[in-house]
């Protein structure tokens, strides 16, 4: 019973409902069926009553024709994708953006994340990495790669002598937690990398770090997989024509599950320390 209840709590959590709107649950099948004359004028939130309690329904006046639809445009609409691009070219500076970012109302992400992740490191560093999603700790804490995925790569960047205290900058294709992890609606995923292409125009990095297949596909625009993309350089052009040298290379998450592939993503990392020594 107990497990059953906690294993309920933790889908809830999931699906994005981790908070009550009240300090007391009501149990609303329990409530009174309210008299004939207050159930007439009963707003649109109530809760519907089974037929058979209800009383007969007076005569009344046929209601008014609907309103034509109006309010936000659907969640799905291309000009959502179309907005964001707006939004974030009108940024021009990663506070600009950051803040437009934050401030951003067409994904439906940001309903059920905890918290909107942007970057972490410093902007201006020499590496720029770009990752797929914020997972449940980036959700709480705000910041993107910090759960043990997030560690390991810090690992991996460490050995090469950059940490995200000047070395690397790192963010996400995406802002907000899908919740449970679901994969984002292509609208959703438009949205984003509107605003993270102008992330990487405006942090202009040295080199640019794509860390797993979802990555390299959305911001290469590309369908090859990453086991073919991964430890060979490529360019990212910025709209000033600049291009940036780019590495594609596997996601921490998969070298975690996939240890023997970490030998590749080795290799991927002496070949940005090399490409680093080279830019000077
Ligand atoms: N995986 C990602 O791609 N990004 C994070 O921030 C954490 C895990």
Redesign the pocket.
């Known amino acids: 019973m107990i497990e059953g209840a906690a294993a309920l709590l933790r889908w809830y959590v999931d699906q994005g409902v981790d908070e009550a709107v009240g300090e007391e649950p009501v149990d609303r099948f329990a409530a009174p069926t309210p008299p004939p004359a207050a159930a007439a004028t009963a707003t649109a939130t109530a809760m519907p009553i089974a037929p058979a309690a209800r009383a007969p329904a007076p005569v009344r006046a046929p209601p008014p024709p609907p309103a034509a639809p109006r309010g936000p445009v659907p969640l799905e609409s291309p000009q959502l994708v179309e907005d964001a691009r707006a939004l974030a070219n009108g940024c021009s500076t990663l506070a600009e953006l950051e803040a437009a970012v934050r401030g951003f109302e067409g994904c439906a992400l940001k309903r059920t994340a905890k918290n909107t992740?942007f970057a972490d490191g410093i902007a201006g560093a020499p590496v720029m990495i770009v990752?797929?999603?914020?997972?449940a700790d980036?959700d709480r804490l705000g910041k993107?790669?910090v759960?043990v995925?997030?560690q390991l790569m810090d690992r991996m960047m460490g050995a090469i002598g950059l940490t995200r205290d000047g070395g690397f900058y790192i963010t996400?294709i995406l802002f907000w937690r899908p919740p449970g992890n679901r994969t984002p609606t292509t609208t959703e995923q438009g949205m984003c990398l509107a605003f993270t292409r102008r992330h990487i125009e405006l942090a202009k990095p040295k080199v640019l770090v794509l860390?797993?297949g979802v990555a390299v596909k959305a911001v290469l625009d590309t369908t090859e997989g990453i086991t073919r993309l991964r430890g060979k350089w490529t360019g990212y052009t910025l709209g000033d024509g600049t291009v940036i040298p780019t590495m594609p290379t596997f996601?921490p998450?998969y070298l975690l599950r996939t240890p023997a592939s970490k030998r590749q993503s080795w290799q991927d990392l002496l070949a940005i320390d090399k490409k680093l020594k080279e830019l000077g």
């Open positions: 992740v990752g797929e999603a914020p997972g980036e993107p790669f759960g995925s997030g996400n860390a797993g996601h998450a």
